[in-house]
C-alpha cells in the first residue's frame, strides 16, 4: 500500500484498532492524522483524543494540504430539510454614475 502512516484515507476512521499479539490485552489505537498510539484506548480516551485541540488542527492540516496538492474540493451538502439559505444580494442598477467624493455632480440634460 501506498499509503502512510500520516495519510488517512478519505472516508475512513482516523483511528484504528492495531492487533495486539500478547493473550487478552486490550488492541492499541493509532491516530493517523496525530501519527500516535493512544496511550488511553478506550472509548472515553479516544472520545477525549478526537475532540482534542491538535487532533482536531492535524485533520484540518492534512485536508488543507489535499486541497493544494491534489486540487480536491470538499463536499458541499445541501441544506437539511425545511432550512432556508439567505439568497445573496445583488447589487442594485443605479440610474446615475456613481461620483466622488468632492466632485461636483452632474449637469442636468434637456
Do not use: W
Request: some cysteine; hydrophobic content about 25%.
Amino acid at each position: 500500500s501506498s499509503r502512510g502512516p500520516s495519510q488517512p484515507g478519505i472516508g475512513r476512521s482516523p483511528v484504528r484498532s492495531i492487533a495486539v499479539e500478547a493473550g487478552g490485552e486490550m488492541p492499541k489505537f493509532y491516530c493517523e492524522y496525530c501519527d500516535l498510539f493512544l496511550t488511553h484506548s478506550g472509548l472515553s480516551g479516544r472520545r477525549q483524543h478526537l475532540t482534542g485541540r491538535r487532533h482536531i488542527n492535524n485533520k484540518i492540516e492534512y485536508y488543507q494540504m489535499l486541497i493544494r496538492e491534489k486540487g480536491l474540493t470538499p463536499p458541499i451538502y445541501p441544506p437539511p430539510p425545511g432550512m432556508v439559505l439567505p439568497m445573496p444580494k445583488l447589487p442594485t442598477p443605479t440610474t446615475t454614475a456613481p461620483t466622488l467624493p468632492g466632485a461636483r455632480p452632474p449637469m442636468p440634460t434637456g
